[in-house]
DNA sequence: ATGGCTGACGCTGTCAGA
């Protein structure tokens, strides 16, 4: 089973390469970020005639999250608010359109556009503080059920120097700054591990480049886009990849695919074996 | 070479992203 995170910045500009490169890769589980559009306006039907179901959570021009399945998608949570309920910032972080979360084939699948805070003395610093601070309280209460968890998404951070392409030039700076870091690895909670990590170790493996620059020319990237399992299902994954051929293309968004294949449900062989 | 690109909105510019 395919399960794939891209921020495609604007669906209804990026529609064309999205559809050819879900036909191409066969993928199961297809979670966007930046669709950029009210839900009226989400192109479902080309989804639904290639056989998707889809979950939608957007607002007009900004955010937007949305899971597209060919496996029956159900208790759809949308933002934060069914999960943390009597959490402090509910009003404020229920204004963006960043987070959606569904059971699929007995995973949770958490889908999360996590705000990028242009820079660290700035008032949207402080959302993107808050926000993480809400994804923690949101993971913690959805990990009492102890069901599998994939969260998976645009995570505006760079967890480590190696990944970003000169870490020299961004330290302490907006994504790659160490209370981003601890925030991000608190929310995790040392239950949820960053599966491309697993599978590939090294540095210079980019999600992101910008458009200015020429940052795709020059291959100057940042890895902000991210998986994280929890070890139910970590234990199944046989690969995770990021996939750079739709950045290559003309008129594309700024972040490359992430995919992890993983075996599920797990084979009796398997049970077996770790039992 | 890091606010020297891109998209949305809606109009010839402004905001936001990262």
Not at 36 to 52: A, C, M, R, W
Not at 104 to 114: E, H, K, M, S, T
Not at 159 to 167: A, Q, R
């Amino acid at each position: 089973m395919l399960i794939a995170t891209w921020n495609v910045n604007s669906i209804r500009s990026r529609i064309d390469h999205v559809k050819e490169w879900l036909i191409s890769n066969n993928v199961d589980i297809l979670c966007l970020q930046e669709t950029k559009t009210e839900d009226q306006f989400f192109p479902v039907e080309i989804f639904s005639n290639l056989g998707y179901e889809v979950s939608i959570s957007g607002q007009k021009s900004y955010n937007g999250v949305a899971i597209i399945s060919k496996f029956p998608i159900s208790d759809i949570q949308l933002g934060f608010d069914a999960v943390i309920s009597d959490h402090k910032d509910l009003a404020i972080l229920s204004q963006q359109k960043r987070i959606i979360s569904a059971e699929i084939n007995d995973i949770r699948i958490i889908n999360v556009y996590v705000p990028n805070g242009s820079s660290l003395d700035s008032d949207k610093f402080i959302y993107k503080e808050k926000w993480i601070k809400g994804l923690n309280a949101y993971l913690r209460k959805i990990n009492l059920n102890h069901t599998p968890i994939c969260l998976l998404g645009d995570f505006n951070i760079a967890p480590e120097d190696k990944d970003i392409h000169t870490p020299s030039k961004f330290e302490e700076s907006i994504m790659a700054s160490s209370k981003e870091r601890k925030l991000l690895k608190d929310a995790l909670g040392g239950e949820l591990e960053d599966v491309f990590r697993i599978f590939e170790p090294g540095g210079e493996n980019w999600s992101w480049w910008d458009y200015r620059h020429s940052a795709w020319e020059r291959d100057k990237g940042w890895r902000i886009d991210h998986i994280y399992l929890t070890e139910d299902i970590l234990s199944c994954a046989n690969s995770c990849w990021i996939d750079k051929e739709p950045r290559s293309r003309d008129k594309p968004s700024d972040h490359a695919p992430v995919v992890v294949d993983i075996s599920w449900p797990p084979t009796e062989i398997e049970n077996e074996f770790f039992f």
